[in-house]
């Protein structure tokens, strides 16, 4: 399945989060000076529109009030149009624990066609941003560049250090309180916009609060029910691969000849891992403002640079460089015995790596998603449940790619074997895969070079509801929206406002990547 948390808004350039601000629990107040309203210090500006922003206080654990509260901040972007809104779109932009208010004015720009008449909802879920963070003492760049024994050992110290508190951030509980801003913003029902994570969030919004779902659409998909083991992502790295080849002779560079061969992109790929599975190698990773840390390349970190890392931002400057465009010839380098083109995707892909804590991702992953075990048995009934669950799988060939099972399964940060210490006593409970869903227009799109969450996820996540519709948009990755032409958005601009996607044909027209020539 990949990372949620791939952080697309933020892996942009934009930061996330600031520190802890707690907040008043008065209805929203209008952040317009002309007014002489009280403005928030937090309360973010977007040119041309009135915003609006407040806080809740919620309980913390649903009918555990000793475990105390937490204030749920949010913020509206009102319409420029006179008159009421049309109607209000709640985005959320993935994670798990992903931002949302300070990123108000990205929004604003992205979304400024839809906000001539609807108004824009940004609420920062709880531990996030605004919304009273709690950490745990994981950080972003030890948790996801760490082995995947430091990566078990962190979840089992976030799991400690939040106590029983850690019931307390689930999707429900995020989708809860969204519903609670609703309810206090007088708005009926809400048209549901979810990236990534949000694929998920918002599904489950809609299962518990069907009677105030307008419509929904989901970018950059997967279902609740999705594939504990992530086979589909596994498998879609190949396809990728093979797809930026044949493609990349439309280039106006590639004077038709195609920069590289998708097969033996492919044979590199599996060749690569199994000789990182036999020998990792350790690579110095840079940070910005902090001392280098070095990372230990296996077979799982590659999987995770190239069905997640790879996957990101594909389409937004087709003519740039890429980490997707670039591991045909890094693979193949790699492959005749020269590391050092891969090396320096693996630091680039590193250096993006922060010192944000991870309480919101680790916990809603731990608690929430499908595993491979049981939730109520114990640590040894876990791992041989989980093993039973790889052994299974690794009887069917090619159902992990380029990879070997074990080896890919130690990619996901989310996924795998990673949360299997995450303790009984404060587990929350697994989210529901199949409750029932309101029946109303969705539209699910999808990037055909997107690994994080393939098209074949989208098509599940789509198949969730009755009146839904697919749409796969070439040469882009995760969460398509990203692609420079506006294609995208306008169509997801244009189901809003009429329940249908009217005319998709821009889809195929997205140019393909760049891809780096391998020369033989």
Same mark, same amino acid.
């Given at each position: 399945?990949?990372?949620?948390?791939?952080?697309?808004?933020?892996?942009?350039?934009?930061?996330?989060?600031?520190?802890? /601000? /707690?907040?008043?629990?008065?209805?929203?107040?209008?952040?317009?000076?002309?007014?002489?309203?009280?403005?928030?210090?937090?309360?973010?500006?977007?040119?041309?529109?009135?915003?609006? $922003?407040?806080?809740?206080?919620?309980?913390?654990?649903?009918?555990?009030? @000793? /475990?105390?509260?937490?204030?749920?901040?949010?913020? =509206?972007?009102?319409?420029?149009?006179?008159?009421?809104?049309?109607?209000?779109?709640?985005?959320?932009?993935?994670?798990?624990?992903?931002?949302?208010?300070?990123?108000?004015?990205?929004?604003?720009?992205?979304?400024?066609?839809?906000?001539?008449?609807? &108004?824009?909802?940004?609420?920062?879920?709880?531990?996030?941003?605004?919304?009273?963070?709690?950490? #745990?003492?994981?950080?972003?760049?030890?948790?996801?560049?760490?082995?995947?024994?430091?990566?078990?050992?962190?979840? *089992?110290?976030?799991? %400690?250090?939040?106590?029983?508190? +850690?019931? @307390?951030?689930?999707?429900?509980? *995020? +989708?809860?309180?969204?519903?609670?801003?609703?309810?206090?913003? @007088?708005?009926?029902?809400?048209?549901?916009?979810?990236?990534?994570?949000?694929?998920?969030?918002?599904?489950?919004?809609?299962?518990?609060?069907?009677?105030? =779902?307008?419509?929904?659409?989901?970018?950059?998909?997967?279902?609740?029910?999705?594939?504990?083991?992530?086979?589909?992502?596994?498998?879609?790295?190949?396809?990728?691969?093979?797809?930026? $080849?044949?493609?990349?002779? !439309?280039?106006?560079?590639?004077?038709?000849?195609?920069? #590289?061969?998708?097969?033996?992109?492919?044979?590199?790929?599996? +060749? *690569?891992?199994?000789?990182?599975?036999?020998?990792?190698?350790?690579?110095?990773?840079? /940070?910005?403002?902090?001392?280098?840390?070095?990372?230990?390349?296996?077979?799982?970190?590659?999987?995770?640079?190239?069905?997640?890392?790879?996957?990101?931002?594909?389409?937004?400057?087709?003519?740039?460089?890429?980490?997707?465009?670039?591991?045909?010839?890094?693979?193949?380098?790699?492959? %005749?015995?020269?590391?050092?083109?891969?090396?320096?995707?693996?630091?680039?892909?590193?250096?993006?790596?922060? %010192?944000?804590?991870?309480?919101?991702?680790?916990?809603?992953? #731990?608690?929430?998603?499908?595993?491979?075990?049981?939730?109520?048995?114990?640590?040894?009934?876990?791992?041989?449940?989980?093993?039973?669950?790889?052994? @299974?799988?690794?009887?069917?060939?090619?159902?992990?790619?380029?990879?070997?099972?074990?080896?890919?399964?130690?990619?996901?940060?989310?996924?795998?074997?990673? $949360?299997?210490?995450?303790?009984?006593?404060?587990?929350?409970?697994?989210?529901?895969?199949?409750?029932?869903?309101?029946?109303?227009?969705?539209?699910?799109?999808?990037?055909?070079?997107? +690994?994080?969450?393939?098209?074949?996820?989208?098509?599940?996540? !789509?198949?969730?509801?009755?009146?839904?519709?697919?749409?796969?948009?070439?040469?882009?990755?995760? =969460?398509?929206?990203?692609?420079?032409?506006?294609?995208?958005?306008?169509?997801?601009?244009?189901?809003?406002?009429?329940?249908?996607?009217? &005319?998709?044909?821009?889809?195929?027209?997205?140019?393909?990547?760049?891809?780096?020539?391998?020369?033989?």
């Amino acid at each position: 399945m990949g990372t949620k948390g791939t952080g697309v808004l933020r892996r942009a350039g934009l930061a996330a989060g600031a520190a802890l /601000l /707690l907040f008043s629990t008065l209805p929203a107040v209008t952040a317009t000076a002309a007014e002489g309203a009280a403005r928030p210090e937090w309360c973010p500006t977007v040119e041309g529109h009135r915003v609006d $922003c407040g806080s809740m206080t919620r309980p913390l654990v649903s009918g555990r009030p @000793g /475990l105390g509260t937490v204030d749920v901040a949010y913020a =509206v972007v009102r319409h420029r149009s006179p008159g009421p809104a049309k109607g209000t779109v709640a985005v959320n932009p993935g994670g798990p624990g992903e931002v949302a208010v300070e990123r108000a004015p990205v929004f604003g720009e992205v979304l400024k066609d839809l906000l001539g008449d609807h &108004d824009l909802l940004l609420v920062d879920p709880r531990g996030t941003g605004r919304s009273q963070r709690i950490p #745990c003492g994981v950080t972003d760049a030890e948790y996801r560049f760490g082995t995947r024994q430091e990566q078990r050992d962190a979840v *089992t110290r976030c799991a %400690a250090n939040l106590g029983p508190r +850690a019931r @307390g951030y689930t999707t429900a509980a *995020t +989708a809860d309180d969204l519903d609670a801003v609703r309810a206090r913003l @007088g708005v009926d029902r809400l048209t549901l916009y979810g990236l990534s994570y949000g694929t998920y969030l918002m599904p489950v919004y809609a299962s518990r609060h069907p009677g105030h =779902v307008r419509d929904i659409v989901l970018s950059g998909a997967y279902p609740l029910a999705f594939d504990p083991l992530n086979r589909p992502g596994a498998q879609a790295v190949s396809l990728s691969l093979r797809r930026i $080849c044949e493609r990349s002779a !439309a280039r106006p560079e590639a004077q038709g000849r195609p920069a #590289c061969d998708g097969d033996k992109a492919v044979r590199d790929l599996a +060749a *690569t891992a199994a000789a990182l599975r036999e020998r990792p190698v350790d690579v110095d990773i840079p /940070l910005e403002g902090a001392a280098p840390f070095r990372m230990r390349l296996t077979e799982g970190k590659l999987a995770n640079l190239v069905y997640e890392g790879a996957s990101r931002e594909v389409g937004a400057d087709p003519g740039a460089p890429s980490l997707l465009g670039g591991l045909p010839h890094a693979l193949d380098r790699f492959a %005749a015995g020269d590391r050092a083109p891969l090396l320096d995707l693996v630091r680039a892909e590193g250096s993006t790596g922060s %010192a944000e804590d991870q309480a919101p991702y680790i916990a809603v992953v #731990c608690n929430d998603y499908r595993k491979p075990w049981k939730a109520e048995s114990s640590l040894p009934e876990r791992w041989r449940q989980y093993r039973g669950a790889l052994a @299974g799988a690794a009887d069917r060939p090619g159902a992990f790619g380029a990879f070997s099972p074990a080896g890919y399964l130690e990619g996901p940060t989310d996924g795998g074997d990673v $949360c299997i210490g995450w303790p009984r006593e404060n587990t929350a409970g697994p989210q529901p895969t199949h409750p029932r869903m309101p029946d109303v227009p969705v539209l699910v799109l999808s990037g055909d070079l997107d +690994a994080n969450t393939p098209d074949a996820n989208g098509r599940l996540a !789509a198949r969730q509801f009755r009146d839904s519709r697919f749409v796969s948009v070439r040469n882009t990755g995760h =969460v398509p929206e990203m692609e420079h032409s506006g294609c995208v958005v306008d169509l997801s601009t244009r189901f809003i406002r009429t329940g249908r996607t009217g &005319d998709t044909g821009c889809v195929e027209t997205v140019e393909p990547i760049a891809v780096t020539p391998v020369r033989r």
